[in-house]
DNA sequence: CTGAAAGCGCTTACAG
DNA sequence: CTGAAAGCGCTTACAG
């Protein structure tokens, strides 16, 4: 009992130690402890010091919610997700996460399933908490969340997500990664390049679609019939696959995928068909997503959509709104990047 | 200008109500206020509802930091993850981020890519923001993160990570998942039941490999072979598969394989030599990853690590911990889920 | 150069 | 039943 009558009192005095004790420790007031740690008003180098050992000795660390309700700012922010599988939130997660932490903002969590009310319940304690800003994360860049931000008293940003005609919106540059691909392949000399993607419900497939007409157009080159649209599966990428290469009329040499998933199914399609990758036909996949892309037979090359940019740069900006910096509404498109790997040949590693 | 000064003004009028605003409104001190939005103190039911109805109007909600400040608790706790490509993370985190956040407690994200440094600042972070307790996840059940929380002074629970022998950890039961797959296997009347499974420095490898030879055991099945360890890739199962059925000799009649990327490896490596799955071989993963096992042909039976529940009771328990409740140290074994598919055959859906 | 006072928004004994 | 006061941990004018 003696043990833990004096574990209790440790705890109590040098668990939560506060600027007073800082300032006893010191021998100063708590205004002059607060001055000196913050760098603020003129002292004597030795008060500051002084102060400065004694919470070193002490391990002090400031209560961030104390000086968040004398700032009227919490250094916090909310990410509200739909996407609870991972595959695009995460990314843009992470990469906003550590940019924030950078700057000593850090990040709520809230993975609200498509379900209002967990929006609805989310978004209040976002309120309740008075972070100094929220992004809404999606995984489509047609679709918004289940969410009325009409009553959000903050600055938003959207990222992979439909955004209001007035609002912040960070997406990917779907046609500019299409357009990369293609003229990736026209470059090393393909001439017969067909497009199989996903469903023309989503607005990323024509945009993908005029990337590859455009570099297409730009190369000279003619396009290898209509895009094929159909699902995001390895499913469709093999049946059409299948499709394409199975009849005797003329082949494509080479095939831009509108994900990776099509591109697989369809390397599958091609291996059982004896044709070779990227020999007698080059792919081209999106997403980068790493496991399907690096355990493709080839490898495959991809379009990287860069998603920790993505949360990087939208936090940036939020940031920026936060601090009433002026910030031009609308959509930004950021690049993406391709990422060369075997299936598209032209000595890759 | 006139525009400019009146939302200005509108946002500092509307934007913050404080208990003082509703307090003003319903003719009370804020002390009543308090007492009558928080159900404490007893007082004319009229009193009550009159706050109340200020408070409805003004769209008051209480600034949880100064509630925070009095409390001494947050409502907030810290996740630290070093697995930035999410593929085990992100489940555990949304099952923790709905199970508090319907308990009004609101979780950071913390993004650590294996850097102690960026740990250090994050853990700091957390500590300055005063978060109730500490929730550190990692994607290996044998590895710490490059943390020290020994200075850590609130609750901490560990999940899919290696947990100090005085700590609270929560990992899948990965023998009892071997054990439900390799039994469902016997049940259907297998009898030369292989396992094909990942390095052997994974403590989950032979974790998965004991609950194979119990239920081989239990079914008085011998083992077919050692286990063959390899690497987590669809490669090392194509290769593995190979050789498995290639040989003259004799063969199994289904492969356990110690992740959804190796069976789906295997199986293509079946579809190779002329077997069918399952006709010939039942094949079963673990992990239960969506896009891996659905998109197998045939779709695959694997283990459902559930780590959704994994993240709600590591959350549940962090609460208890943090409410003084008492806890036991030591780590929790969660039950794995057998999710039927085609590949084993069985007059499965 | 340093400190007393007021205040950020809320809650909780304690008087009245 | 209701309110004045003190306090959570910090910062910021403002005096001295």
Redesign the interface.
Known sequence: MRDDATSDLR?EVV??VTIRDVALEAGVSVATASKALNERGRMTSETRERVRTAARLL?F??????R??VH?R?F?LG?LTSD????F???V??GL??AM??R?V??????I?DDPE?AR??L???????VDGLVIAGKRIDRTLPLNLA?A?MPVVHVVAACPPDGVGFVPDDEGGAFLAVSHLARLGRRRIAHVTGPRSFAAVPLREAGWRRALGEAGLPPFGEALCGEW???FGYETGQRLFGAAAERPDAVFCGND?IAR?LI?ALAQSGLGVPEDVAVVGFDNW??FAQ?A?PPLTTVDMELKDLGREAGLTLLDMIDGKPVEPGLRRLPCRLVVRRSCGGGAP
Chains 1, 2 share one sequence.
């Open positions: 705890n668990g939560r391990g660390r400031p209560n961030a919610m104390a968040a309700l009227q919490s916090t990410l609870t599988y991972g595959r939130t995460l990314p997660a992470a996460s550590a932490s950078d000593g850090s990040v709520f969590l809230c993975a399933d967990r319940l989310n209040e304690a976002m309120e309740d908490k008075r009553s008293r599966s390895e499913r998933q199914g599958d790493e496991l355990a037979r």
